[in-house]
């Protein structure tokens, strides 16, 4: 079965910095480009970041520059380390393999990030 357990989100002052763990499962991991996902109270879910199974990283405009998406195959594990972060960062952070994103029933519990001061 597939399976996302995203992972180290909290509460940070803006221009603070976290770094957000998704263990995933039950797929070639090293197979799948991967990504990170956010959603904030009232907006809808937009992709923040991309890493392909080449390495190659896309970024939202709002996030480049400050996040790093980062992925380790020998642990089926993708990273996002947010840096600077601002109060509009504050949502819900989930990671899925881009081929999944349609499957409502692949998608996990997500981390909750919030940038307050």
């Known amino acids: 079965q597939v399976h996302f357990v995203e992972s180290g989100g909290g509460l940070v002052q803006p221009g603070g910095s976290l770094r957000l763990s998704c263990a995933a499962s039950g797929f070639t991991f090293r197979s799948y480009d991967m990504s990170w996902y956010r959603q904030a109270p009232g907006k809808e879910r937009e992709l923040v970041a991309t890493i392909r199974t080449s390495g190659i990283t896309n970024y939202a405009d709002s996030v480049k520059g400050r996040f790093t998406i980062s992925r380790d195959n020998a642990k089926n594990t993708v990273y996002l380390q947010m840096n600077s972060l601002e109060p509009e960062d504050t949502a819900v952070y989930y990671c899925?393999?881009?081929?999944?994103?349609?499957?409502?029933?692949?998608w996990g519990q997500g981390t909750q990030v919030t940038v307050s001061s």
């Open positions: 899925i393999g881009r081929l999944f994103v349609g499957v409502r029933d692949y």
